[in-house]
């Protein structure tokens, strides 16, 4: 695989990632956004933060399989 | 939206400058590549985007560290928020971890409960007071976050049935805590003594107050007395304020006294004829204005007007001249000075009460008299002062200079501050008024600017 090609894919995935778009790869699966929102988590402790939100990106293999 | 393979397939044929086949060619060469290399159970790396590998027989990808950034851009950077303190020691161990399993769709998930205890995207939850309807909201949501919500109002009850047990015993002992307003059940926790310091300081001047051999006492002991115990503790209470209110009026008192003291003090050797006081221009003018207004005032006897401080020492009988050596050592004096000498010129006192001077006249008619010489006889008398000076110098220059326009001059010494003060005066009057009604005569100079002084010299004989 030609590494002209690698990079242009991640540019693809990348800007519609970005843009809240999933990025379907025929044979291996869909590459998709995820937003974590903020959330408050309370510590045995007592201390309660506040976590911030957070996007990523996350995959879905095709057929769950190898 | 989802970008299908063929739409991936023309943006990278735009981006690479090659047709959608060969682009489609080439994609599906990388996808069996990847395919194959994790069938072998290998890690496949894709440079930037991340990498594939098989964890449970199931396909999964850990994007690069780069892409994760890029793509989290707008949080980059964020930390946790502080929002309440540990009231309790040990490490930051949430008491439900966060699942770390995405089983989104990558949209935003609809039930946030499924991985987060508590959600704020809910525009109606906007503060931290909502977190005990996450209470509620457990029980349709997380199990978990239930159960373990329900052991922890477990171990507070726990906690809460102790401290009322403990806190029976206490109240046994300690009647008068129970009906404390601000007694806290649980001001003996350990764990919220910060929240109840405030109470435990006062029940510690209450122990402070009472002494604690009845606080020792079996608890089982009748509560009649520890009533009785109770009210004695309160009246030890009213009789401290009573105490503490009585002792802050004393004080007051006291330091009224003692203000008043100082004021009598200082208000009777104000008025002293013989206080030694320096006195300048702007001090003359103040004892002139005070002499006014007491213009009667008779001549105190000799014996109640002792001047301890000053005394005469220059020009003690008519005729002397003593004072003649110190003219030719002529001291510096200032311009101002010498235009007051030179203003100065003698004029006649039409209001001098006494008769005119002569000599050393032994008749009583000449012990008083702002001209002439002056009376060495008259030892207890009011004089006009003119000047106060520091120089001795300048103050001897100053009375040859008046005694020369034969005005009677005196010159007294006083002490202040460890620096002696020379006070010329002119004449020699039975009291402060005949004193202000010869000064009237003065020449202006001396008239808007004098204060009189009563002078007590020593006989000669002393």
Known sequence: MSKKLENALLEVIRDQINQKNKVRIDGLGTFHPHHEPRYHVQYKNGKVVLRPPKDSITFTPENNKA | ?462
């Open chain 2, 1 to 462: 939206m989802t970008l299908t393979n063929d739409e991936l397939v023309k943006r990278l044929a735009g981006k690479l400058q090659k047709s959608e086949h060969a682009v489609s060619e080439e994609l599906n060469a990388l996808v069996q590549e990847l395919n194959d290399a994790v069938s072998k159970g290998e890690e496949y790396i894709i440079d930037g985007i991340g990498t594939f590998r098989v964890t449970n027989g199931e396909l999964v990808f850990e994007p690069d560290a780069i892409l994760a950034i890029e793509i989290n851009h707008k949080y980059a950077g964020m930390e946790d928020i502080e929002i309440l303190g540990a009231d309790k020691e040990g490490k930051d161990e949430e008491i439900e971890p966060k699942e770390k399993e995405d089983k989104s769709d990558g949209n935003v998930p609809k039930d946030e409960d499924e991985w987060s205890p508590i959600h704020f995207d809910d525009p109606n939850i906007s503060n931290l007071t909502d977190l005990k309807d996450e209470t509620t909201k457990g029980k349709n949501g997380n199990g978990k976050h239930e159960s373990e919500i329900k052991e922890q109002l477990d171990e507070v009850k726990r906690k809460v049935r102790q401290l009322e047990s403990d806190e029976g015993n206490q109240n046994e002992e300690e009647p008068f805590l129970e009906d404390s307003e601000d007694w806290d059940d649980s001001a003996n926790d350990d764990e919220n003594k910060i929240v109840y310091e405030g109470n435990q300081e006062e029940d510690h001047v209450i122990d402070e107050a009472v002494p604690k051999e009845p606080v020792v006492e079996d608890p089982k002991e009748e509560k009649p007395p520890k009533k009785k115990k109770k009210r004695v503790k309160r009246r030890s209470r009213g009789e401290r304020t009573v105490s503490g209110s009585v002792a802050i009026i004393v004080g007051i008192l006291g330091v009224f006294f003692v203000v008043g003291l100082v004021w009598i003090l200082v208000t009777y050797n104000g008025n002293q004829p013989n206080a030694n006081v320096l006195l300048g221009e702007n001090a003359t003018q103040k004892q002139t204005s005070k002499s006014n207004a007491q213009p009667q005032r008779q001549q105190p006897s000799s014996g109640n007007n002792q001047n301890n401080g000053g005394g005469l020492f220059a020009n003690p009988q008519p005729g002397s001249s003593n004072s003649n050596s110190d003219n030719t050592n002529t001291a510096k004096r200032s311009n101002s000075q010498s235009m007051r000498m030179k203003t100065s010129s003698p004029q006649t006192s039409n209001q001098t009460p006494t008769t005119p001077p002569t000599g050393t006249s032994s008749n009583n008619t000449n012990l008083f008299g702002l001209k002439g010489d002056l009376s060495p006889k008259n030892t207890d008398f009011y004089t006009i002062v003119v000047y106060s000076l520091t120089d001795h110098k300048r103050a001897e220059e100053v009375r040859n200079n008046l005694s020369s326009k034969n005005y009677r001059v005196s010159l007294t010494r006083s002490r202040l501050n460890n620096q002696y003060i020379y006070r010329v005066g002119l004449g020699q009057f039975k009291n402060t008024a005949s004193a202000e009604q010869a000064a009237k005569g003065l020449p202006s100079k001396f008239r808007d600017n004098h204060f009189i002084k009563h002078v007590h010299l020593k006989s000669t004989n002393e």
